[in-house]
């Protein structure tokens, strides 16, 4: 999962925004993109900040979360990333939403 998806992730249970990416394992992708304008555009997880330049977040289009866990602080939602995926499954669990 590339860094910048948590500029577009809500909670689905309380609606929070942004979610707190904690990170277990973050690999580097090679891209020749030529980066004009940051990737994030609400909210950059590298900073974890609504504050986004451009020189720092350039690194969430080369930065690939490979493990790790996503958390709402405020209800306490969290859902995993796996081998590079978001769990996404988790995240329309029904037994999630009743609990
Ligand atoms: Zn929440
Ligand atoms: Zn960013």
């Known amino acids: 999962m590339r860094r910048w998806a948590l500029d577009l992730l809500v909670c689905p249970r309380c609606g929070e925004f942004p979610l707190l990416l904690v990170e277990h394992e973050v690999r580097n992708v090679e891209t ?10 609400s909210y950059c997880s590298l900073t974890n900040s609504k ?39 988790d995240f329309q669990s029904p037994e999630e939403l009743q609990t």
């Open 32 to 41: 020749k993109m030529k980066i004009k304008a940051p990737p994030c555009s």
């Open 51 to 89: 504050d986004i330049s451009l020189d720092k977040c350039v690194r969430c289009i080369q930065e690939e979360v490979v493990s790790g866990e996503i958390l709402c602080e405020k209800c306490g939602f969290r859902t995993s990333i796996r081998s590079g995926v978001l769990f996404i499954t």
